[in-house]
């Protein structure tokens, strides 16, 4: 970080406005950093990344064709470190089922309202009712469910 800001000081930038973080990531038991990637298939690539890069707002990192005969898209959840990978249809996609939940804690209800603007979706009653009382609950195209959480988990 020093160097940076050696850098940006020498091309005449107000290093004395910058403000350095750091967080280190907590270690996995057995050495080095876990790091999470949860790929699914699906038939809707396209209507799939549109959903979650532009509606849900999560940063698409890589795309790749013809990986090994597959095609597909790698997101960022924020904040995370884990990486939702959708490919395209390569075998029979799988069939979503009620319990099967996204669930994404987004601070507070201006968020969770804000973010339900962007997607043309109508919220959904949850399977299990706790759901309802703590978010809202959505269908990506694939009919996989999204919960929304107008607070942070403690």
């Keep these: ?11 005449g930038l107000r290093v004395e406005a910058r403000v350095f973080m750091r967080r280190e990531l907590e270690r996995h038991p057995l050495g080095g950093r876990l790091q999470v990637r949860v790929a699914r298939q699906t038939g809707r690539l396209g209507e799939i990344v549109t959903f979650y890069r532009d509606g849900v707002g999560l940063a698409q990192i890589d795309q790749f064709a013809g990986h090994a005969g597959y095609n597909g898209v790698m997101l960022k959840l ?12 390569h075998s029979t996609p799988p ?18 309202d804000r973010l339900l603007a962007r997607l043309p979706v109508t919220p959904i009653h949850s399977e299990n009712p706790y759901w309802d ?5 959505i269908c990506d195209p694939d009919g996989f469910r ?6 942070t988990w403690p």
């Design 1 to 11: 970080m020093r160097a940076i800001r050696g850098k940006e000081a020498q091309h």
């Design 78 to 89: 924020p904040g995370t470190g884990a990486h939702p990978e959708f490919t395209a249809e």
């Design 95 to 112: 069939v979503p089922h009620v319990e099967d939940l996204l669930v994404l804690y987004v601070g507070d209800q201006r968020t969770v």
């Design 133 to 137: 009382e703590v978010g809202v609950t």
């Design 146 to 151: 999204v919960v929304r959480v107008g607070h």
